[in-house]
């Protein structure tokens, strides 16, 4: 059974950089591509961006400016860094796997609430 | 970027009733399109890919049809634990975008 467990900072102040941690069990992190999607309180998701292993990653134009993803294989994790937040970056972020044939999601982690504020 | 729409905002449902929510795009997505269910604290759950194809494990009163604009997904008698939220989403073009969901509540 594929898991996947977020973990990083609940509180961030604006300006700053959010950072996530996505830790992979169940699967390789270079079978498969993985995702970051978000969804702020009582609002619908919002697709971040997607990478694979070898480093090939594609964001949300919406995000893109603001966005890095990483891949560590050593730890089977993959990351988030989002820059220069204000409150507007406030939300749940959901780290997922990423069936690229179709661009769904099959496996999700729980998720981790976010918030930026100073 | 497609923009997706889905009505009823909610829907109220008694148990053993079907219910149909429909979801439509700004533009043609042939069948590039999914559905997912997602309870309260809950992630979402994948439902139905491909406009019709049911995800692993997904019951077969879940069913999806449609394509280009207009999609719709039915359960044909709601159990106690389908009701939840439900969203759309379109993976014709990047990004895929979701829609804002239906909620569907016991009458």
């Known amino acids: 059974q594929v898991q996947l467990q977020e973990s990083g900072p609940g509180l961030v102040k604006p300006s700053e950089t959010l950072s996530l941690t996505c830790t992979v069990s169940g699967d390789s992190i270079s079978s498969s591509y993985w995702s970051w999607i978000r969804q702020p309180p009582g609002k619908g998701l919002e697709w971040i961006g997607y990478i694979y292993y070898t480093g090939n990653s594609n964001y949300n134009p919406s995000l893109k400016s603001r966005v890095t993803m990483s891949v560590d294989t050593s730890k089977n994790q993959f990351s988030l860094k989002l820059s220069s937040v204000t409150a507007a970056d406030t939300a749940v972020y959901y780290c997922a796997r990423h069936v690229k044939t179709y661009d769904v999601v099959d496996y999700w982690g729980q998720g981790t609430l976010v918030t930026v504020s100073s | 970027e497609i923009v997706m729409t889905q009505s009823p905002a909610t829907l109220s449902v008694s148990p053993g009733e079907r219910a149909t929510l429909s979801c439509r795009a700004s533009?043609?997505?042939?069948?590039?399109l999914a559905w997912y269910q997602q309870k309260p604290g809950q992630a979402p759950r994948l439902l139905i890919y491909?406009?019709?194809t049911r995800a692993t494990g997904i019951p077969a009163r879940f069913s999806g049809s449609g394509s280009g604009t207009e999609f719709i997904l039915t359960i044909s008698s709601l159990q106690s634990e389908d009701f939840a939220v439900y969203f759309c989403q379109q993976f014709n073009n990047w990004p895929p975008t979701f829609g804002p969901g239906t909620k569907v509540d016991i009458k």
């Open positions: 533009q043609s997505l042939t069948t590039n």
């Open positions: 491909g406009a019709s």
